[in-house]
């Protein structure tokens, strides 16, 4: 597998560094043969250092969501990661800064545009599912996410696996009862598909 140019444009961008705390460091993965695009939020710290994305307890949390291994999530045959911000914005009152702004306007269109094998788009977070379904949200995260059947079969909007998202889950139990089990299935059949 080659790298596609794109991918080392963005890994060379620099358009945020003034404003980054700890310096422009985008992270992202994929590949031409990419089949499952994962949009998160932007890189959290620990990422930001090691480098991996999704390398800490939300990238946890989101394989066992989607019944995953390490070795299938960090295969970019498989998934495709593609955060709406691709540097670590910083540190907020309750968790990180939101991804700047700059990123997907700029990025996304002609990343996506080399990928033509993408069966599937996984939204994770407001920030995503804002971005990429525009008018066709719901009034807020939660009814977004309890009708991902109407966004198939490009998009499933998830929320972000972040352990400070606890309560949510806790007052949502059908989210994990059956939305996961749709998402792993899914998941599944496009990966058995490549074997």
Known sequence: MQELPIIQKIRDCKVCEPDLPMGANPILEAVEESR??????APGRMVHHSGVPWYDKSGR????WM???DPEFYHSENFGIIPMAFCYPGKGKSGDLPP????????????L???????LTVLIGAYAQKYYLGK???KNLTETV????????????LVHPSPLNFRWLRKNPWYEEEVIPFLQEKIRKILNKAE
């Open 61 to 64: 949390r989101l394989r066992e």
């Open 100 to 111: 700047r702004k700059e990123c997907a306007p700029l990025w996304h269109e002609p990343l």
């Open 36 to 41: 499952i695009i994962l949009v998160g939020q």
């Open 67 to 69: 019944g995953v291994t």
């Open 113 to 119: 545009a080399a990928l033509p094998n993408v069966q």
């Open 136 to 138: 066709t949200r719901k």
């Open 146 to 157: 309890l009708a991902f059947e109407e966004y198939l079969p490009n998009f499933f909007p």
